[in-house]
């Protein structure tokens, strides 16, 4: 009996060694194969580097950093869902877009995002009942739309086999496949105003999903800019944990966008080699350019928020505009002619700021109380594709007189209400008038029932704190929002603050925050503290209480 067992032990060890080595097998090996399928298909001939990733964390990080350094603030947002149109991708994709945001704006506070609803019915609804939400009748200026817009499954697929069998005692077999699949996630950005598409601020990026081994065993990899982003996956992340890497992708995308920031810096794309950066770049100029008063307005708030500038943000030329150009052109090795062109934005986007000291006085401007007379019509900008000519610089329109780098007199602050009104009903709605007796910078705070307080201007709708005496501030004139009486009829307090210089950027977080949203400040007195630390006590303010009928 032994005699005939050995021998089948012996093919028995034979074929499970045999087996083994099958299985080790580089014939056997799938995954390559299938990898260079499929990025031949997805990306063609040209070979982009790649940068392994657990997340866009560091990505997010950096766009936190980069809003901070362009001063943006107050943009407010909507998020409806974000729809699963595929029907196969079983995940939270808005509060995935909610979590990035929120990591995106841990210092910055720069971006405020309100959730709600599944519909646009609801958008129309929300923003409509925006007033009865609290004192202030808020509308947020953007709403984010968008949806998992593809799937496509397997679309390269390999499977090998392979196996030996010793009957009737042992049959061995071993199988090895990989597949490789692209979600695709579509984002846009709409104006709460008319709910229409603002151009060019979407995100459309995919991903590749490769699928290999028992269960799900792969990597995902994601291409934006020239840059491969591979991320590893297991059984329990799948295709959740890939689309997590897209709808952070689609965040640093979609601000940068609308807030003008050069967000490819956060994705590790040289903006010099990169030919999609520079059609990027030529397309916010072009389309800023089109409408010089945004160009301007957008030139006039970063060179004053690099403390170049002190002057109206109002998308017209004058003196002090044209000197803080000049001057910041020169910082950059540029010539000092004042021109807006498209090599003094792109060099602008590209620079280094922290290493550009800003003069010990800014171009001041004071706004004449006459107005000035119509100005020529600018030269027409091309509206063509980015590779015509650039437009030339738009012409200069005087409406400033230049000013004196000291002020002849210190501030006073008037604040007012009409027909000096300090009772109001519960619900009534409450009409300020601020006039500095210079021109100012005015910041103003509302302490409500609850002793909250908030800073309610400068704001998402008015973002110039700069307020000429010749033309009183009207709140909340033709600002998209109200201040109105509170339901309990407890009494508030309005305070206002002027200043000779725009310090929004050197006062602290906790007195800056988000428009409209209650800060960690406890007291008026708090604010006050922290605006003669900032203006070393040079500031003017104005106090009004407001009570209950």
């Given at each position: 009996?032994a005699t005939?067992i050995?021998?089948?032990?012996s093919?028995?060890a034979?074929?499970?060694?045999?087996?083994?080595a099958?299985?080790?097998c580089?014939?056997?090996d799938?995954?390559?194969?299938?990898?260079?399928?499929?990025?031949?298909?997805?990306?063609?001939?040209e070979q982009?580097p790649?940068?392994?990733?657990?997340g866009?964390?560091?990505?997010?990080?950096?766009?936190?950093?980069?809003m901070l350094?362009y001063?943006?603030?107050?943009?407010?947002?909507?998020v409806?869902?974000?729809?699963?149109?595929?029907?196969k991708?079983n995940?939270?994709?808005?509060d995935?877009?909610?979590t990035?945001?929120?990591d995106?704006?841990?210092?910055?506070?720069a971006?405020?995002i309100?959730?709600?609803g599944?519909?646009?019915?609801?958008?129309?609804?929300f923003?409509?009942s925006?007033?009865?939400q609290s004192?202030?009748?808020?509308?947020?200026q953007?709403?984010?739309?968008?949806s998992?817009?593809?799937?496509d499954e397997n679309v390269?697929?390999?499977q090998?086999?392979?196996?030996?069998?010793?009957?009737p005692?042992?049959?061995l077999?071993i199988?090895?496949?990989?597949a490789?699949?692209?979600?695709?996630?579509?984002l846009?950005?709409?104006?709460?105003?008319?709910?229409s598409?603002l151009?060019?601020?979407?995100?459309?990026?995919?991903?590749?999903?490769l699928?290999q081994?028992r269960g799900f065993?792969?990597?995902a990899?994601y291409?934006k800019?020239?840059v491969?982003?591979?991320?590893?996956l297991?059984?329990?992340?799948g295709?959740?944990?890939?689309?997590?890497g897209?709808?952070?992708?689609a965040?640093v995308?979609l601000?940068g966008k609308l807030?003008?920031?050069?967000?490819?810096?956060?994705l590790g794309?040289?903006a010099?080699?990169n030919?999609?950066i520079?059609?990027e770049?030529?397309d916010?100029?072009?389309a800023?350019?089109?409408n010089?008063?945004?160009?301007?307005a957008?030139?006039?708030?970063?060179?004053?928020?690099?403390?170049?500038?002190d002057g109206?943000?109002?998308?017209?030329f004058?003196?002090?505009?044209?000197?803080?150009i000049?001057?910041?052109?020169?910082?950059?090795?540029m010539s000092?002619e004042p021109?807006?062109?498209q090599a003094?934005?792109?060099?602008y986007?590209?620079?280094?700021?922290?290493?550009i000291?800003?003069?010990?006085q800014?171009a001041?401007?004071?706004?004449v109380?006459?107005?000035?007379?119509a100005?020529a019509?600018?030269?027409?900008?091309p509206?063509?594709a980015?590779?015509?000519?650039?437009?030339?610089p738009?012409?200069a329109?005087?409406?400033v007189?230049?000013a004196?780098a000291?002020a002849?007199?210190?501030?006073?602050?008037?604040?007012?209400?009409?027909n000096?009104q300090?009772?109001?009903a519960r619900?009534?709605?409450i009409?300020?008038?601020?006039?500095?007796?210079?021109?100012?910078?005015?910041?103003?705070?509302?302490?409500?029932?609850?002793?909250k307080?908030?800073?309610?201007y400068?704001?998402?709708?008015?973002?110039?704190s700069l307020?000429?005496?010749?033309?009183?501030l009207?709140v909340?004139?033709?600002m998209?929002f109200?201040l109105?009486?509170?339901?309990?009829g407890?009494n508030?307090?309005?305070?206002?603050?002027?200043?000779?210089?725009?310090?929004?950027?050197?006062l602290?977080a906790?007195?800056?925050?988000?428009?409209?949203e209650p800060l960690?400040?406890l007291t008026i007195?708090?604010?006050r503290?922290?605006f003669?630390?900032a203006?070393?006590?040079?500031?003017?303010?104005e106090?009004?209480d407001v009570q209950?009928?």
């Amino acid at each position: 009996m032994a005699t005939t067992i050995a021998p089948a032990l012996s093919r028995i060890a034979a074929g499970v060694a045999m087996a083994a080595a099958l299985a080790g097998c580089g014939s056997l090996d799938v995954k390559q194969s299938t990898v260079e399928r499929t990025e031949t298909a997805r990306v063609g001939p040209e070979q982009a580097p790649f940068r392994s990733i657990t997340g866009f964390s560091s990505a997010l990080r950096c766009m936190d950093n980069l809003m901070l350094d362009y001063g943006v603030r107050d943009v407010t947002m909507l998020v409806e869902d974000i729809l699963d149109q595929t029907k196969k991708v079983n995940a939270g994709t808005r509060d995935m877009l909610i979590t990035a945001v929120s990591d995106m704006t841990r210092r910055s506070r720069a971006i405020r995002i309100n959730a709600f609803g599944k519909d646009a019915t609801n958008v129309i609804s929300f923003l409509a009942s925006a007033q009865r939400q609290s004192a202030y009748e808020v509308i947020p200026q953007y709403d984010i739309k968008g949806s998992v817009s593809q799937l496509d499954e397997n679309v390269i697929r390999s499977q090998k086999d392979a196996g030996i069998g010793f009957q009737p005692f042992i049959n061995l077999g071993i199988t090895r496949d990989a597949a490789s699949s692209i979600l695709g996630l579509d984002l846009s950005v709409l104006t709460t105003e008319d709910m229409s598409i603002l151009p060019g601020v979407t995100s459309r990026n995919s991903v590749v999903i490769l699928k290999q081994g028992r269960g799900f065993d792969g990597d995902a990899a994601y291409h934006k800019f020239g840059v491969n982003f591979s991320m590893n996956l297991n059984k329990a992340e799948g295709q959740s944990q890939a689309l997590r890497g897209l709808v952070e992708l689609a965040v640093v995308e979609l601000m940068g966008k609308l807030t003008k920031t050069p967000y490819w810096r956060c994705l590790g794309a040289d903006a010099q080699a990169n030919e999609e950066i520079k059609l990027e770049m030529s397309d916010w100029y072009y389309a800023m350019g089109a409408n010089p008063v945004e160009l301007i307005a957008w030139f006039q708030y970063q060179l004053r928020h690099r403390r170049y500038y002190d002057g109206p943000v109002d998308g017209e030329f004058n003196p002090a505009i044209d000197e803080a150009i000049a001057n910041y052109r020169a910082a950059l090795g540029m010539s000092r002619e004042p021109k807006l062109e498209q090599a003094f934005f792109v060099a602008y986007l590209g620079a280094d700021h922290s290493k550009i000291r800003p003069p010990a006085q800014p171009a001041r401007a004071t706004v004449v109380a006459a107005p000035a007379p119509a100005p020529a019509a600018p030269a027409a900008v091309p509206t063509a594709a980015p590779s015509a000519a650039a437009p030339e610089p738009v012409p200069a329109t005087t409406v400033v007189a230049a000013a004196p780098a000291a002020a002849a007199a210190p501030i006073t602050l008037a604040l007012t209400t009409p027909n000096r009104q300090t009772r109001y009903a519960r619900g009534e709605a409450i009409s300020l008038m601020v006039q500095p007796s210079r021109d100012a910078h005015v910041y103003c705070y509302l302490q409500d029932e609850n002793a909250k307080i908030a800073r309610f201007y400068p704001n998402r709708f008015a973002k110039d704190s700069l307020v000429p005496a010749a033309r009183p501030l009207a709140v909340p004139g033709s600002m998209r929002f109200q201040l109105v009486m509170n339901a309990r009829g407890a009494n508030e307090t309005i305070a206002c603050f002027a200043t000779a210089g725009d310090v929004l950027g050197a006062l602290p977080a906790t007195v800056v925050g988000t428009d409209f949203e209650p800060l960690p400040v406890l007291t008026i007195a708090q604010i006050r503290s922290a605006f003669a630390q900032a203006t070393g006590g040079s500031f003017a303010q104005e106090i009004l209480d407001v009570q209950a009928k």
